[in-house]
Structures are given as C-alpha cells and as structure tokens.
C-alpha cells in the first residue's frame, strides 16, 4: 500500500513540454487529448510584467470529486492512492467531466486514432494509408502504438467513454517512474509515496514552500508544486 | 479573460430535467385534487395521471440518448456509488417512473378508493418530491460554481409549477376544442386550506416561491467569492436579457400578476384565454430557467482560476 503522487520543481521546469509528448507517446493519446499538459499565464503590465508556465495533470486526488459523482465507481481510488478510471464500467455521462476543477478528463466523441487506422491513403497511389503503415508493424493499430500501455487500461480508449492520467500505473506496478518523470529533461517531475517520509516527495514538500492547485476545493490534491519562477 | 463552455451536456439533459419536471408537477397535481376534489376535477386527475409518466419517461429516454454509451444505462442499478446523487437519482427517477405508470392504469380502469390506492399516491408523492429534489441536486452535487445549494429549490418550484402548467394548458385545449368548459366549476366539496382548489391560488403561492428561490440565487451568486461572482458577471452578460425577460418576468411575475388578478376577482375559474396565457409563460419561463442554468454552470472560468 502506497499514496502515491509528484511533486513539480518549477525552479527546474524549463517548459520544454516534454512531458506532455511523452505522455502522448507512453498512453497511446489522440492528437486532441492531453493527460499532461500545460497552461500558461502573462500577467503585469511592462516592465512588471510576470509569466506562469504550470504543467498539469490529474491530480490523483484524495478526495477526488470525479470519484464522488461517477454514478457506476468507474473512477475509483486504488489501494496505492491513484484515481483510476474503469472503462467497462463507464457510461460516458461526463458528470466526472464537469465535477474535475482541474480539467483533467478527456472525452472521447469519436473513435480514437482515426487518422492513423485510416484505411484511405492521403494521396492515392503516392502515400500509404493509415493502416497499411500500422500493418508493417506487427499489425499493431498505429505505428507508435505502445502495447505496454493496455496491461493495465485500454491501449486505445473506446468511443463515447471519458480518458484520464493513470499515473502511468502500468510502470508503477513494475516498480517504474511515470513516463512524464522519466522524460522531463531537467528532473523537475519527481514521483514518490507521500505515506513514506522519506521518500523524495515527502521530503521536497516537507522542506520547500510548495503549493497545490485549487486547494480551496477541498479535493486534497496530490500534486506539489515548489516555488514558481 | 478568456471564457469557455466545456459544453460536455447539450439540450437533451435539459429536456430530461424539464420533461421529468413536468411530469413531477403533474403527478403531484393529480394526486392533490384525487385526494380532496376528485369528483369535480376527474379530467384533470386524469391528464395529470397519463401526463407524468409519459414526460418522466420522454425525458429518461433523451437522456439515455445523450450517454455515451446509451446500451450501458442499465448498469447503474447495479453499479451503484451512494455518493452520487445521479447513481441515487437513477433509483428515485426509475421507481418515480414505476409508481406514475401503475398510477395511471389505476385511474384509467377503475379510479379506486382504497388503502391500496392511498398507499401508492403517498409512496408515489415521496418519489415526486425526491425527484424534483434530485434534478437540482444533481446539479449542485457536481461542485460547477453557479450550480449552488439553491438550485434544488429553483429546480423543484419550476417543476411543479411546470407540470400544474401543462396539465391546465392542456385541459383547457382539450376543453376548447370538444367545448366542454363546465366540468370543473362544481368546487364545493373542497377540504384544501387557503384556497388551493383554485387553481391560480396554487400557482400563484409556487411562483412565488420560485421567485424567492430564484432572486436568492441572483442576489447570493453575484455576492460569493471572486469565482462565483465573475461566473455570474459571466452568465449575465450571455444570457442576462433571455433570463429578465423570459424566465424572472415572462416566466414568473407576469403570471403571478395575471393569477393575482384573477384571485382579487374572486373567480372560481380562470377564462380559457388568461389560463393558456399563464400555463404557456410559466412553460417557457422552467424550460429557458433550466436551460440557461444548465448551459451556464459549463462556463470553464478563465486560465488564472485554475491555478
């Protein structure tokens, strides 16, 4: 048992949105759906002027409200802390959709990946279809397919059910990092057991002024961010 | 600043509250006038009795249709979460459903009087009320800004004042057109307190209390926090002249001044014309109040708000 979560230095984050491609890569995302992503914030007027870049994702609360609303537990907490979303279960009434305060859940309305599995070819008689390519490839769905990523969840997600950050638990239950902490070329992504108290995380929050989204929602939001720059 | 609409509902959510409503305030009518003045009010008993599970089920069904995986719908009997209102309300709008249907066969074979009967209007009253209830609940259970804790209220006096609306509206139409219009002026076996055998007695007293219910959300909206003050600067800026015109006067002061006016006279019965004038208003007042609302609460608060 764990309660897993991160903590996001914004002293090293460069807003390379690194993480975000990765995420994409890792959770075989659409090219309209973002599980990582970022939103920035110009504010002041010259010469005061202030910018805010926040990488983003689930944040896995303690008190998720999309738990709390999803009338069939298919968002649910896991014994490790993490909010998941069971796609079988789900009913695609987006409640969880609308209860997220922090924009988190994805929609699908279409089938995901339609481009890619595409049967017509972009240019008869020039390019290859979507499928063809896909086909090449040991008839995954899509070339950039990542088959470790149905171990745990859809590897593609179906039409007409929400989507979400797993916290890439499929590397968790290997003992891995999420692929967003992995990836992040300046080690501003750090992932750890909050329930350890010595673990990095605990620490980091226990020693630096840190803040979390939203705090006055009540969710108890399991992601940190340290200082701003 | 930049709004968006997140825009995840469309309008057949508002039609499933507005439908369910309607069919909320026509049981509760039916079952109100079967209690105390059956005999002078049967064909309004009865259209109330067939209206309810009709529009509750109308409504369910463009619902349904909204899911995105409609074929799923039926597992949240089984699927439950007690924290969630809608997994609760899926209970209550489903044996609302139930009890208006077996209430409707009823009336229309034998118009019984028995404890039997008594025992399903009281059941069914409880499930009217909770699904009146549950509409705005459900909304306010999602944490949106504008959906407060007075939506309940809101959602529950539109309903019933809706469902009254309907069931008149469609009487009188009924009337006009096979010209029957005496049937219910015999009103002298009432037992019901403060004149609510008249109809526009009772419309007039759930109006009002749709209007409280309605400036208290205005008046505390506008006053919260900076979040809920700049949603609401927000909404009124969308929709402040559909909302004045339509759902605060059209939709409610004008018929409580039409109804007003009538208990003044002292009528037994509103005219044809006044009663239609009134229903169609209080009509479109619930449903633009529900829609409006409903399409509001999607407004996603400007970049800054989600630090």
């Given amino acids: 048992m764990a309660n897993y979560g991160m903590v996001i230095n914004l002293n090293n984050c460069v807003g390379c949105a690194g993480c975000d491609i990765a995420c994409k890569t890792e959770n075989n995302l659409d090219h309209d759906v973002h599980w990582s992503f970022h939103v920035t914030e110009t504010t002041g007027v010259f010469p005061n002027v202030g910018y805010k870049y926040i990488p983003k994702l689930c944040n896995h609360c303690e008190n998720a409200s999309c738990v709390k609303v999803c009338p069939t537990q298919a968002m649910h907490k896991d014994e490790n802390g993490l909010t998941l979303h069971d796609a079988d279960l789900c009913i695609g009434c987006r409640s969880c959709e609308l209860a997220c305060p922090y924009d988190c859940i994805t929609y699908n309305e279409d089938v995901q990946h339609q481009l890619k599995m595409d049967t017509e070819p972009l240019l008869n008689g020039i390019t290859s279809s979507g499928k063809e390519i896909a086909e090449k490839f040991d008839d995954v769905p899509f070339p950039n397919y990542n088959p470790d990523r149905a171990k745990t969840y859809d590897g593609v997600r179906r039409k007409g059910i929400v989507e979400k950050c797993t916290l890439c638990d499929h590397r968790i239950v290997d003992g891995k990092n999420p692929w967003c902490v992995e990836s992040c070329p300046a080690d501003a992504r750090i992932f750890g057991d909050f329930d350890d108290p010595n673990s990095e995380v605990s620490k980091l929050v226990a020693e630096n002024t840190s803040f979390q989204l939203l705090k006055s929602k009540g969710t108890k939001p399991k992601v940190y961010y340290i200082d701003e720059f | 600043m930049e709004y968006t609409n997140i825009g995840a509902w469309d309008i057949r959510i508002t039609l499933d509250l507005f439908f369910g409503g309607i069919g909320v305030g026509a049981f509760l009518l039916s079952v109100l006038l079967s209690f105390y003045i059956r005999e002078s009010h049967q064909s309004t008993i009865k259209i109330g009795a067939y209206t309810a599970p009709i529009a509750v089920g109308f409504g369910l069904l463009l619902l349904v249709s909204k899911l995105g995986v409609p074929s799923k719908f039926i597992t949240t009997l089984w699927n439950v979460n007690l924290q969630s209102v809608m997994s609760i309300g899926v209970f209550l709008q489903t044996g609302f459903m139930i009890l208006t249907i077996w209430y409707a066969i009823l009336i229309r074979k034998k118009f019984p009087i028995n404890n039997q009967f008594r025992l399903l209007q009281t059941i069914g009253t409880f499930f009217a009320f ?158 633009l109040m529900k829609h409006l609302l409903i399409t509001g609460g999607q407004i996603a608060l400007p970049v800054g708000f989600t630090f």
Wanted: charged residues 10%; negative net charge; glycine residues 8%.
């Fill in chain 2, 130 to 287: 909770s699904t009146g209830l549950y509409h705005g609940l459900f909304l306010s259970s999602l944490g949106r800004v504008l959906w407060t804790e007075l939506t309940p209220g809101m959602f529950i006096a539109s309903s019933i004042a809706g469902g009254i609306a309907f069931v008149l509206l469609l009487e009188t139409l009924i009337n006009l057109s096979v010209k029957n219009e005496d049937e219910n002026v015999e009103t002298k076996e009432t037992t019901l307190p403060l004149g609510l055998y008249r109809f526009q007695v009772m419309i007039f007293i759930i109006l009002l209390v749709q209007l409280v219910s309605v400036v208290l959300w205005q008046f505390y909206t506008g006053r919260l926090e900076l979040e809920q003050s700049l949603s609401y600067v927000y909404f009124m800026n969308q929709f402040g002249s559909i909302w004045t015109y339509f759902v605060l006067i059209g939709g409610i002061i004008i018929p409580m001044i039409i109804t007003l006016i009538s208990i003044i006279k002292h009528e037994e019965k509103m005219a044809p014309m006044p009663t239609m004038i009134t229903c169609f208003l209080i009509l479109i007042g619930s449903f």
